[in-house]
C-alpha cells in the first residue's frame, strides 16, 4: 500500500477528523493561515489605498493631508470625468457584446453543429488565449492606413468604397469602436466555452419533453434553456463586468488611450495620476472610486439573480 | 500528557532551529560587509570598490549610452585593482519610479541616468546629488564638457548650477528628402516661415506628402507646434506661459496652435499621421513617401544605416524657418538627451579616481565608435565622417542661441495634456483656444 494511501485510511478513519473537527480551536488554527493571507493581501491595501486617498501628493515628498477633498475635486478634473464616462460607455457596448456573441456561439455550436465539435469549440476559444499586446498589434496592422492599407482598408479599397477608407485609429470615435470589436472578439471564446458547458449540463428528457410539447425555437430557448443556463448567464456577466472596469492592457496595447483622451479608461487615468503626476493621494481615490463601482455593480447583479425568475 | 510533552518538545526544536538559523545569517553578513563597504579610508590592505549605475539601456546595446558607460569602466577597470561597475538596467519608464524611490530612502546609486529640467530640480532641491561643476574643476577635468551643452543643461534647471553630465548633444530641425524637393522644383531649402509654407503647397501640388511626422508618440507632433511658437514668440514662450508671465491662452500661443491645425487642414501632413510611429516617419521619408519630417540629430543613427533607401547624401537639413526677428536662423532647438547624475552621499576619492579616466574620454570615444556628439569635447574627428554626421557637425557649429523642446519647463501633467490633446488639434476634434485652454488649466494648477 502507498503511502498516500495509508494517511488517507488514516484521516478517513473517523475518529480522527471527528476529533480535530469537533474542537472549535483546531478550526480556528487550521483557519486562520488562510484568513491572515486573506486579509492581508485584500483588505489592508484597501484599507490602505483609502488612507492614502486621503493625502495629496506623494508619499516621502510633499505628502498632506488633505481630508476628503481629492473625492471633490475628481469631479471637476476634466480628464478623470472623462474616463469615468469612457468606461461606462465601454461596458456598455463591451460587456452585453461578449457575453451576447458567447451565448449565440454557443447555442449555435449546441444545436447546430453536429460534426468537429470539439475542432469548433478549440479554434473559438484561441482568441482567449493569445497575449493582448499581440492581439492589438494584430489589430493594429488590421486597422492601420499609412503607411500601407491595412486588411480593412486594402478590403474597402477593392471594394470601391474609397470614401470610407480612414485611419480608424487616429480618430477618437472610429478608436473607440476599434477597442470594443477587439476586445469583444478576443473575449467570445471564454464565454462560449463556459456557456456550452452549462448547455450541455440541460438534461436531455427536458428539452425532448418540451419539443413534444411542440415549443421550438425561440420558444426553446426563453422557456427552457435560459432558465437552465441563468446561473451561468449571470456569472459571465460578473466576469465581463469586472474585465471591462478595469480595462487596461488592451487600450494601451492598441490605442495608448488616445486620440486625445478617447479611449483612456479609469485605471489608466489613475496610473497616470499616480505614475506620471506623482498624484498617489488623487490616484488612490480614484482607485477607491473603480473599487465601489465594482462593489456596487455586483451587489445589484447578485440582487437581480436571487430575485425569482 | 505524554503527547503535550512531545508537541512542546517538537515546538521547541523548531524555534531553536529558526533562532539559529537567523544567527548564522548575522553571523555570515557581518564580515562580508565589513569588506564591502570599508572604502575611501587609508589603509595598505587591498579593498575592492564597486560603483553602482542606475541605466535605461541594455548593457549589451553596443552604441548606446550606457554601453559606452560601461566599456570606459571595462577598460578603467583594467588599470585598477578590484573595480567593478555594478551594472543595473531599469526600463525608460520606470526611471522616474525608481528614481523617486531611491531619493526617498536616501540610496541614490553612485551613477545614475535621468532626464534634466524638471525633474533633476527636484533632486537638485534634495540636496542629494553632487554639483558635477564643482566636483568637474576640483579633478581638473571641467574642460570635458561642451560649453555648449553646459550652458544648456544649466538652463534646463533654470540656472541652477551644473549637476549633472549630458549624454547627448542633439539639434532638431526639419531633415528632407532632396530628390523629392527636386521633383517639386524647389531650389533652396526655406528659411522663412511663408517660404516653408510655400513649399509645402508645391510639394502638394506635386503630389507629395509635404511632412510626415511620427504622431502615435505625440512628441512629434508638439514639436512643430512649438517650432513656430518660438519663432513667433521667442525661445523662452513656453517658460514665460508656464510662470505666468503669460498665458498660454494668450492669442500668440493660440496662434502657433492654429497654424498647427492649418496646416493639417490643408494636408500638408501625412493623413491619419497620428497613427504613424517615428521609426515609420523615418522610413517614409527615406523612401521618399513623405518630402519632410522635424526630427533631432540622432536620427543620424538611422541615415548612416544601409536602410537609407535615400542614400548616402540623399537626405537634406535646415532648421526651423523663421516667422519674425524673435529669434533667427541661427537659433537651433537643442536638447541634450539623458543625463548621468551622481550620489553625493556616495562620492569618494574611489568615484573621482573613476570620473577622471571616464570622462575626459567619453566624446573621443563616443564619436570614434558611434559618430555621435555625447555633448563633450572632442578633441579630433575621425577620418571617415559620413555626409549625416558632418552636416550636425556643421550645424551644431553654427548655433548661436538654443531653444528648447515644447514640454521642457512643463510638469509631467501639462506635459501630459499637452502631447495626449495635439492628437486632437491635428484631427479638428478641438479647437486652437481649446487646446491651449487646456494647457493654461493645468499650468495654472501648480503656479
Given at each position: 500500500?502507498?503511502?498516500?494511501?495509508?494517511?488517507?485510511?488514516?484521516?478517513?478513519?473517523?475518529?480522527?477528523?471527528?476529533?480535530?473537527?469537533?474542537?472549535?480551536?483546531?478550526?480556528?488554527?487550521?483557519?486562520?493561515?488562510?484568513?491572515?493571507?486573506?486579509?492581508?493581501?485584500?483588505?489592508?491595501?484597501?484599507?490602505?489605498?483609502?488612507?492614502?486617498?486621503?493625502?495629496?501628493?506623494?508619499?516621502?515628498?510633499?505628502?498632506?493631508?488633505?481630508?476628503?477633498?481629492?473625492?471633490?475635486?475628481?469631479?471637476?478634473?476634466?480628464?478623470?470625468?472623462?474616463?469615468?464616462?469612457?468606461?461606462?460607455?465601454?461596458?456598455?457596448?463591451?460587456?452585453?457584446?461578449?457575453?451576447?456573441?458567447?451565448?449565440?456561439?454557443?447555442?449555435?455550436?449546441?444545436?447546430?453543429?453536429?460534426?468537429?465539435?470539439?475542432l469548433s469549440r478549440t479554434i473559438v476559444f484561441i482568441p482567449t488565449i493569445l497575449p493582448t499586446v499581440a492581439v492589438a498589434q494584430m489589430f493594429a496592422k488590421m486597422y492601420e492606413m499609412v503607411p500601407n492599407y491595412g486588411l480593412i482598408n486594402a478590403l474597402l479599397d477593392l471594394a470601391g468604397l474609397d470614401r470610407y477608407i480612414q485611419p480608424f485609429l487616429g480618430q477618437p470615435n472610429t478608436s473607440f469602436g476599434a477597442l470594443v470589436v477587439m476586445d469583444i472578439w478576443t473575449a467570445i471564446g471564454f464565454y462560449t466555452v463556459i456557456i456550452y458547458g452549462a448547455l450541455v449540463d440541460i438534461p436531455h428528457e427536458l428539452l425532448e419533453a418540451a419539443r413534444i410539447d411542440g415549443a421550438s425555437g425561440v420558444k426553446l430557448f426563453t422557456k427552457i434553456v435560459f432558465p437552465m443556463i441563468?446561473?451561468?448567464?449571470?456569472?459571465?456577466?460578473?466576469?465581463?463586468?469586472?474585465?471591462?472596469?478595469?480595462?487596461?492592457?488592451?487600450?494601451?496595447?492598441?490605442?495608448?488611450?488616445?486620440?486625445?483622451?478617447?479611449?483612456?479608461?479609469?485605471?489608466?487615468?489613475?496610473?497616470?495620476?499616480?505614475?506620471?503626476?506623482?498624484?498617489?493621494?488623487?490616484?488612490?481615490?480614484?482607485?477607491?472610486?473603480?473599487?465601489?463601482?465594482?462593489?456596487?455593480?455586483?451587489?445589484?447583479?447578485?440582487?437581480?439573480?436571487?430575485?425569482?425568475? | 500528557?505524554?503527547?503535550?510533552?512531545?508537541?512542546?518538545?517538537?515546538?521547541?526544536?523548531?524555534?531553536?532551529?529558526?533562532?539559529?538559523?537567523?544567527?548564522?545569517?548575522?553571523?555570515?553578513?557581518?564580515?562580508?560587509?565589513?569588506?564591502?563597504?570599508?572604502?575611501?579610508?587609508?589603509?595598505?590592505?587591498?579593498?575592492?570598490?564597486?560603483?553602482?549605475?542606475?541605466?535605461?539601456?541594455?548593457?549589451?546595446?553596443?552604441?548606446?549610452?550606457?554601453?559606452?558607460?560601461?566599456?570606459?569602466?571595462?577598460?578603467?577597470?583594467?588599470?585598477?585593482?578590484?573595480?567593478?561597475?555594478?551594472?543595473?538596467?531599469?526600463?525608460?519608464?520606470?526611471?522616474?519610479?525608481?528614481?523617486?524611490?531611491?531619493?526617498?530612502?536616501?540610496?541614490?546609486?553612485?551613477?545614475?541616468?535621468?532626464?534634466?529640467?524638471?525633474?533633476?530640480?527636484?533632486?537638485?532641491?534634495?540636496?542629494?546629488?553632487?554639483?558635477?561643476?564643482?566636483?568637474?574643476?576640483?579633478?581638473?577635468?571641467?574642460?570635458?564638457?561642451?560649453?555648449?551643452?553646459?550652458?544648456?543643461?544649466?538652463?534646463?534647471?533654470?540656472?541652477?548650477?551644473?549637476?549633472?553630465?549630458?549624454?547627448?548633444?542633439?539639434?532638431?530641425?526639419?531633415?528632407?528628402?532632396?530628390?523629392?524637393?527636386?521633383?517639386?522644383?524647389?531650389?533652396?531649402?526655406?528659411?522663412?516661415?511663408?517660404?516653408?509654407?510655400?513649399?509645402?503647397?508645391?510639394?502638394?501640388?506635386?503630389?507629395?506628402?509635404?511632412?510626415?511626422?511620427?504622431?502615435?508618440?505625440?512628441?512629434?507632433?508638439?514639436?512643430?507646434?512649438?517650432?513656430?511658437?518660438?519663432?513667433?514668440?521667442?525661445?523662452?514662450?513656453?517658460?514665460?506661459?508656464?510662470?505666468?508671465?503669460?498665458?498660454?491662452?494668450?492669442?500668440?500661443?493660440?496662434?502657433?496652435?492654429?497654424?498647427?491645425?492649418?496646416?493639417?487642414?490643408?494636408?500638408?501632413?501625412?493623413?491619419?499621421?497620428?497613427?504613424?510611429?517615428?521609426?515609420?516617419?523615418?522610413?517614409?521619408?527615406?523612401?521618399?513617401?513623405?518630402?519632410?519630417?522635424?526630427?533631432?540629430?540622432?536620427?543620424?543613427?538611422?541615415?548612416?544605416?544601409?536602410?537609407?533607401?535615400?542614400?548616402?547624401?540623399?537626405?537634406?537639413?535646415?532648421?526651423?524657418?523663421?516667422?519674425?526677428?524673435?529669434?533667427?536662423?541661427?537659433?537651433?532647438?537643442?536638447?541634450?538627451?539623458?543625463?548621468?547624475?551622481?550620489?553625493?552621499?556616495?562620492?569618494?576619492?574611489?568615484?573621482?579616481?573613476?570620473?577622471?579616466?571616464?570622462?575626459?574620454?567619453?566624446?573621443?570615444?563616443?564619436?570614434?565608435?558611434?559618430?555621435?556628439?555625447?555633448?563633450?569635447?572632442?578633441?579630433?574627428?575621425?577620418?571617415?565622417?559620413?555626409?549625416?554626421?558632418?552636416?550636425?557637425?556643421?550645424?551644431?557649429?553654427?548655433?548661436?542661441?538654443?531653444?528648447?523642446?515644447?514640454?521642457?519647463?512643463?510638469?509631467?501633467?501639462?506635459?501630459?495634456?499637452?502631447?495626449?490633446?495635439?492628437?486632437?488639434?491635428?484631427?479638428?476634434?478641438?479647437?486652437?483656444?481649446?487646446?491651449?485652454?487646456?494647457?493654461?488649466?493645468?499650468?495654472?494648477?501648480?503656479?
Amino acid at each position: 500500500m502507498s503511502v498516500a494511501g495509508t494517511f488517507l485510511k488514516f484521516i478517513q478513519g473517523g475518529s480522527f477528523l471527528e476529533r480535530v473537527l469537533g474542537d472549535k480551536k483546531a478550526i480556528a488554527l487550521m483557519v486562520l493561515p488562510a484568513l491572515i493571507i486573506f486579509v492581508g493581501v485584500i483588505f489592508v491595501p484597501i484599507v490602505w489605498t483609502f488612507i492614502y486617498s486621503l493625502f495629496s501628493g506623494m508619499p516621502g515628498f510633499k505628502f498632506e493631508y488633505v481630508g476628503f477633498s481629492n473625492y471633490i475635486n475628481m469631479w471637476s478634473n476634466k480628464q478623470t470625468v472623462a474616463a469615468i464616462k469612457m468606461n461606462w460607455k465601454y461596458i456598455l457596448f463591451v460587456t452585453p457584446g461578449q457575453v451576447g456573441f458567447g451565448l449565440l456561439v454557443s447555442l449555435m455550436m449546441y444545436f447546430s453543429i453536429k460534426k468537429f465539435k470539439t475542432l469548433s469549440r478549440t479554434i473559438v476559444f484561441i482568441p482567449t488565449i493569445l497575449p493582448t499586446v499581440a492581439v492589438a498589434q494584430m489589430f493594429a496592422k488590421m486597422y492601420e492606413m499609412v503607411p500601407n492599407y491595412g486588411l480593412i482598408n486594402a478590403l474597402l479599397d477593392l471594394a470601391g468604397l474609397d470614401r470610407y477608407i480612414q485611419p480608424f485609429l487616429g480618430q477618437p470615435n472610429t478608436s473607440f469602436g476599434a477597442l470594443v470589436v477587439m476586445d469583444i472578439w478576443t473575449a467570445i471564446g471564454f464565454y462560449t466555452v463556459i456557456i456550452y458547458g452549462a448547455l450541455v449540463d440541460i438534461p436531455h428528457e427536458l428539452l425532448e419533453a418540451a419539443r413534444i410539447d411542440g415549443a421550438s425555437g425561440v420558444k426553446l430557448f426563453t422557456k427552457i434553456v435560459f432558465p437552465m443556463i441563468r446561473t451561468i448567464m449571470i456569472t459571465c456577466l460578473v466576469f465581463s463586468f469586472t474585465g471591462t472596469i478595469k480595462l487596461y492592457e488592451s487600450a494601451t496595447a492598441l490605442t495608448k488611450g488616445g486620440p486625445g483622451f478617447a479611449t483612456t479608461s479609469m485605471t489608466m487615468n489613475m496610473y497616470q495620476n499616480a505614475f506620471l503626476f506623482d498624484q498617489y493621494g488623487y490616484a488612490s481615490a480614484v482607485a477607491i472610486l473603480i473599487l465601489a463601482q465594482c462593489l456596487l455593480v455586483t451587489f445589484i447583479i447578485n440582487k437581480l439573480s436571487r430575485e425569482k425568475y | 500528557m505524554k503527547k503535550k510533552l512531545l508537541i512542546l518538545g517538537v515546538v521547541l526544536v523548531l524555534l531553536v532551529s529558526m533562532l539559529a538559523g537567523c544567527a548564522g545569517n548575522q553571523g555570515a553578513k557581518t564580515p562580508s560587509a565589513s569588506t564591502g563597504s570599508n572604502t575611501g579610508s587609508s589603509g595598505d590592505k587591498f579593498q575592492s570598490r564597486t560603483i553602482k549605475f542606475l541605466s535605461i539601456w541594455p548593457e549589451d546595446d553596443k552604441n548606446s549610452n550606457g554601453w559606452i558607460v560601461s566599456e570606459l569602466s571595462r577598460q578603467y577597470g583594467e588599470t585598477v585593482d578590484g573595480f567593478k561597475l555594478e551594472y543595473e538596467y531599469v526600463a525608460i519608464d520606470q526611471l522616474d519610479q525608481k528614481v523617486k524611490i531611491l531619493m526617498s530612502s536616501d540610496d541614490l546609486p553612485e551613477v545614475c541616468t535621468y532626464e534634466s529640467g524638471v525633474r533633476l530640480k527636484q533632486v537638485i532641491d534634495a540636496g542629494l546629488i553632487l554639483n558635477v561643476e564643482e566636483t568637474f574643476t576640483e579633478l581638473g577635468i571641467r574642460d570635458c564638457l561642451d560649453e555648449g551643452a553646459v550652458s544648456l543643461l544649466k538652463r534646463l534647471v533654470d540656472g541652477k548650477g551644473l549637476y549633472c553630465v549630458p549624454l547627448g548633444l542633439n539639434m532638431e530641425g526639419f531633415w528632407y528628402n532632396k530628390a523629392l524637393f527636386e521633383k517639386a522644383g524647389i531650389q533652396k531649402a526655406p528659411e522663412t516661415w511663408d517660404e516653408f509654407l510655400e513649399v509645402c503647397e508645391k510639394l502638394k501640388a506635386a503630389g507629395i506628402t509635404p511632412i510626415v511626422q511620427g504622431g502615435s508618440d505625440n512628441w512629434p507632433m508638439t514639436r512643430v507646434l512649438n517650432a513656430y511658437l518660438v519663432r513667433s514668440v521667442g525661445p523662452n514662450a513656453v517658460q514665460d506661459a508656464v510662470t505666468g508671465k503669460k498665458k498660454f491662452t494668450d492669442p500668440e500661443y493660440v496662434a502657433a496652435a492654429q497654424m498647427f491645425q492649418d496646416m493639417a487642414k490643408k494636408g500638408y501632413f501625412a493623413e491619419g499621421m497620428n497613427t504613424i510611429d517615428p521609426g515609420t516617419a523615418t522610413s517614409m521619408l527615406m523612401n521618399g513617401q513623405a518630402a519632410m519630417n522635424y526630427d533631432g540629430s540622432w536620427k543620424v543613427s538611422n541615415l548612416n544605416s544601409d536602410d537609407n533607401t535615400a542614400g548616402p547624401e540623399g537626405i537634406g537639413f535646415f532648421n526651423v524657418p523663421v516667422v519674425n526677428d524673435s529669434s533667427t536662423i541661427l537659433d537651433y532647438s537643442m536638447n541634450c538627451g539623458n543625463i548621468l547624475m551622481f550620489s553625493k552621499k556616495k562620492y569618494d576619492d574611489k568615484v573621482a579616481d573613476w570620473m577622471k579616466y571616464v570622462f575626459p574620454k567619453l566624446g573621443d570615444f563616443a564619436m570614434q565608435e558611434t559618430g555621435a556628439f555625447k555633448g563633450f569635447s572632442i578633441s579630433k574627428m575621425p577620418e571617415d565622417t559620413t555626409y549625416y554626421t558632418q552636416l550636425v557637425a556643421e550645424h551644431l557649429a553654427k548655433a548661436q542661441g538654443a531653444f528648447l523642446w515644447f514640454e521642457a519647463k512643463m510638469d509631467s501633467e501639462t506635459s501630459t495634456i499637452a502631447q495626449q490633446s495635439i492628437s486632437l488639434l491635428y484631427t479638428g476634434e478641438i479647437t486652437a483656444e481649446d487646446y491651449m485652454r487646456l494647457l493654461e488649466e493645468t499650468a495654472a494648477k501648480s503656479r
